[in-house]
């Protein structure tokens, strides 16, 4: 019998639980730790509410869940509950699954003023996760600056522009939605050091833009290269520009909007400015060199807003004894090894890159890693002894079965149209269990 230990309940973890499964058969035990009480991880907390369909995937991992031999083990903090290196002893690998939740750090002056809020939060504040759920960002602002041109950047757009309305079959929590209805948002400008050709947005996504009940996306024509040049482009990235291109074109029904989103490309922040709270950032026009990096002009100008947004990218906290790339914010590692008996996988391997799909391919390579490494393995006690680690320590263990309860509680406590109301308090969702 061979031993899995996952750390990290979202897409990679239950994904290379369903490799594990597929791989050894009955001669696997997968037992998945996650910190939270409740799982899926970025299906729960990173996916936007109003997609879905993005979050449908998690009845594949139920599907895992239920099947033989894996089990997941909730309100379990790998570092507090139990270490690594225990672990290590009971298991013959243990698979760090912890993906990207913390911010990368926008490190420009002013950076720390209220107002400037890091994506993790924002996200983690609208999606309801226990860490974030009294942020408070300031929906009073009228003008908002979300730094980045990803898929990230572009969700809180979208959140920020919605209408009630829009909102409708979607899991965004009570609190945000109560708030994002008073909100005075009419200019949300998303700032991109480089340009159209450069963009990190997706075209489905970037799509959605154009048909927002109240906002309308505005682009500068003067920022496009030459149309021709967009046939050099690989097809995703065509379709992103075409989007853009498309959003040159007014129509009188998008010019009663009152929302604007405008597109500043070539646009680097280099100042938060401020008298004890966001009032404008400081900008500095770039260029691109040959190799389409961005390099300021030493032309700059000021954005009056009163909120930003960091939308820059996300980094895997470090583990202390584990070792870590400090300049990529990812666990050190070789094809997800990181130690003898130790991988990485997902976000937590190769950075924040990719859509929840491309960690299925990583996951399954990940485990033919491991069998590669552990052969029929026999060599370790696995979950008896992780049990009795955790009844000896009083660790109040979440399962499966406990989540599908508080997953019921969930569902029958949603407002009209919407699958759920989460639990946003970590004591709820435990005393949900019990309902
Ligand atoms: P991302 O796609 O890497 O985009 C990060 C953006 O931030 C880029 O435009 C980047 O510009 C910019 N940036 C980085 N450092 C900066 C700095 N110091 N100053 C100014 N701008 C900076 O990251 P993400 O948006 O966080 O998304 C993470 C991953 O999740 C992506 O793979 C994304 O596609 C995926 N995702 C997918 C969906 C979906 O499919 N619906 C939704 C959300 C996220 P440069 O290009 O110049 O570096």
Redesign the pocket.
Known sequence: MRHIAIIGSGPAGYYSAEAAQKKFGDEVAVDIIDRLPVPFGLIRSGV?PD?QS?KAVSLRYEKTNLGHNVRFLGNVTVGKDVTIAELQKLYDAVVLATGAPDD?L?EIPGSYLPGVVG?AAFVGWYNGHPDYRHLDPPLDARSVAI???????L?VARILAKTENEFTGSDIVGHALDRLKQSNVEKITFL???GPH?I?M?PK?LGELGHLERARPVVDSQDFPDELDDALLEPGMRKSVTHLRNFQIITPEAQQKPIEIIFDFFA??VEVQGDGKVEKLIVERTALDKYMR?HGTGERYALDCQMVIS????RTPPIEGVPYEHGRGRFANSDGRILPGLYCVGWARRG????IGTNRPDSFAIIEVVAEDIGAGGRFEGRAGLDRLLQSRDVDVVTFRDWKKIEAAETTRARAGSPREKFTDIAEMIAARKS
């Open positions: 936007a997609h993005i990368r926008l994506s730094i980045g041109n990803g898929n990230v950047a969700d991109g050091r480089r450069q990190a997706t996504e680097m922040p961005s939308c820059i990218g996300y924040p890159s990719g859509t």
